[in-house]
């Protein structure tokens, strides 16, 4: 009963954000990308989290959604969905490609080749004319529906119910038969087999399904931003920080990587949008012309991946169960 | 007509130049509990695993139910009924004890409430009932051999493989383990029976396979093993504790 | 143009990718960890022969004397201070303290050094001869791949004539054995750490007078290292040797015959086939481990 309550709260307080903060653009932006993250690092969980696969190449299915969606539009300006469909296809595609190859294999074999899968997509999207190369994809005039161009709170929504449909499948595959399987793999694999588990089968369902989702999610940020490249949505970056997210949170639970995403993205945009700097130097503690101040303004805005490097050494070192793995009761 | 639910015919099996298993043959009776038995380095964990899938044989044949099983995977041969255990016991460990055995219920069963009830059902025969909240990883190394009795227990085999559930127990923790093998038994279930302990064994099986050096020694009831010269010299005789 | 052309400039740089992929193999033998920082190690060996050229006016291979004990240093410390800690933590927390490791290192160096190339340039960094008529060799490159054969040679004897270096291999081989036999394999995790920085260090400034210098340049060479540790069997020093040189040659191959630009994929395809088909790579015994 608690458990709905909350959850209701939690629904209303969402759904009643944007219309509370009105049309505050930077706002609304920050919040599209904790929606968007937390969702990424939900879809990651069920493959790395539940089953035990990490895959460290994820931007590879969201550079597929985005990327697909991106060139049918402005190519052939066809329904957004089909489009979003046909990025899940091309997604699920080059998921089984790596599927088939390294779920045969055990230890660190799949971690290394989704790096590789990754990288391959990337370097081809590059080497491609049909993608834009390295000049990237703008999606200029193209109208979706009715949706006003200017206003972000669409896609505010668009985030968050994705971000419920991926916590949804978590929460219903917990305890299900794939769900219990999934964690059996991930504990010990020649007990798995010897339950009945066929774990090939189980592993590629776990990644099919954790690429579909991550697809979708890369085909709205594409129709939310409205331009990408290999660097925003194909990049290693990405794939490490939507782990990054999930194990900060509490990898292998359902509310894990959305805690994870609601500290991460904020202290990002911090030190993205150069917050401290601005603050220190209207404080007067720091004159902007100083090299001091002439630092904070110019580097440390590139700080934040530095910042998830410490995060990610403390958060192994100290708190390798996350956040919510300390208040895990011991069982 | 004696119905054979295990036939296993030739069966030889090579690592490298080493001969892990050498031509063994052996056929096992419907409701029969079977003793595999030799010294360490025998061969009898490799046969198991042989059998159930996990290193398929080199040579021969294993047939299970009449169906010829030597190619299929470990998830395959567990869902025609035939399900093992682990000498080092491979609990899940993040899991609780009732999740452990609801996993091996999901082989029967794609509803969780069945899988539960299932799974209940399973630890109230091994006596672990309450511990089903517990941790897997928590057990005493005890509680996980029965842990481990009672998930396979839940796939509902028709044969089971036990492999040293009884090792690293106390007395009386092998006489409730065995207690409960007999239990099975009398519920239509053939068990093959790996142990060192050679009291739990000559007490417990109809039949006794003597492997050596991954060759098969002898084969008979535990009277003939006890006293057949050859398994003394080998087994008894050879420094191995009884 | 000759196809002896990119064959043996394959060949020369080939040995250098071999020096960095030995590095890693190594550590994944003896300790059974992927080490995701190897590719910041090799950059941080390319910054350091930059400076030791530009501000103490040492030249590139000359500086290895310094370089080689500094980073050999840098990595034990690693290892004593970060990476033994996860040593018997689940592999995928192994490879995400080395990629924060990675991170760290990389962003300080964008920090302090600026996202600009650096261009290290000695008296001879484009000279070449020429041989066979057509085939022109690089000197700088030729230098490297010397040295690299010189350094291979001095690993191998250390690993196979001295006490440590069988001590190595031995943890290598069966670390619970190792430590039976009263072999301190935490300190050979150390060591095995430091000497694949070092060597890492050491192929990031044999290639420096050759590549642009960038702080996250590290990246291509990583995956390179995987390629080459996977192709030629993970923990197989020999192995690596030879991945190195197949990928060197390759990649000189797609670049002469196909496009500099497909060159990385064409590697990263070559991993991904050695996946399929031959997972315990051409030197491995274990399969599919």
Known sequence: MKQIAFLAVLAAVALALPLVIGENPYIIGILISMLMMAALSSAWNILGGYAGQYSFGHAAYFGAGAYTTLILLTLYNLNPLFCIAVGIVVASIIALVTGSIVFRLRGHYFGLASIAVAEVVRLSVLNFNFTGGAQGILLSDVALWDLDLNSKTPFYYGMLLVLVVTLSITAYLRRSKTGYYLQAIREDQDAAASLGINIYFYKNKALLLSAALTSVLGSLYGLYIRFIDTSAVLDLRLSIEIILTAIIGGVGTLWGPVIGALLLVPLAEILRSNLIGDVLIKAGLVSETSGVGLFLKGSLANAHVLLYGIITVLCILYLPKGILGLFRRKK | ?242 | MSFLQPLISGILTGGVYALAGIGMSLVFGVMNISNFAHGDLMMLGMYLAFFAFTLLHIDPYISLVLIIPISFLFGYMMERIFINKVIHHPHQNQILLTIGLGLIMSNTALLAFTSDPKILTTTYSSSAFTLFGDVSVSVPLLLSFLITCGITLILYLFLSKTSTGMALRATSQNREAAQLMGINVAKMSAIAFGIGTALAATAGALIAPTYYIHPLAGHTFLLKAFTICVLGGLGSVVGAGVGGIIIGVVEAMSSTYLSSDWKDVIVFLIFLAVLLLRPQGLFGKKGGQ
Not at chain 2, 8 to 28: L, M, P, R, T, Y
Not at chain 2, 105 to 110: D, E, L
Not at chain 2, 229 to 238: E, K, Q, S, T
Request: hydrophobic share 40%; aromatic share 4%; with cysteine.
């Open chain 2, 1 to 242: 007509m004696i119905q054979h639910l295990l036939h296993i015919s030739h069966v030889s099996k090579h690592f490298g130049g080493n001969v892990a298993v050498s031509d063994v043959s052996f056929s096992v009776e419907e409701e029969q509990i079977f003793g595999l038995i030799g010294p360490n380095g025998a061969g009898k964990t490799t046969l198991f695993n042989c059998i159930t899938g996990f290193f398929p044989a080199t040579s021969g044949d294993v047939i299970f139910d009449t169906k010829k099983i030597n190619a299929l995977r470990p998830d395959e041969i567990c869902k025609l009924g035939m399900a093992r255990t682990w000498q080092r016991v491979k609990p899940l460990g993040s899991l609780t004890v009732l999740e452990n055995v609801m996993v091996g219920a999901f082989s029967v069963t794609t509803v969780a409430k069945e899988a539960e009830a299932n799974a209940k059902e399973q630890l109230q025969v091994v006596g672990l009932n309450d511990y089903a909240t517990k941790s897997a990883g928590s057990l005493p190394i005890g509680l996980k051999k029965k842990l481990e009795l009672a998930r396979v227990l839940a796939t509902r085999p028709k044969m089971l493989l036990l492999d040293e559930i009884c090792g690293g127990l106390n007395h009386t923790e092998t006489d409730t383990i065995l207690d409960i093998i007999r239990g099975i038994r009398k519920k239509g279930a053939t068990i093959i029976f790996i142990e060192h302990d050679m009291k739990a064994v000559t007490s417990i099986c109809d039949r006794i396979v003597v492997l050596n050096s991954g060759e098969k020694l002898a084969e008979g009831t535990p009277g003939e093993i006890t006293t057949n010269p050859d398994v003394i010299a080998a087994y008894l005789g050879g420094g191995h504790h009884a």
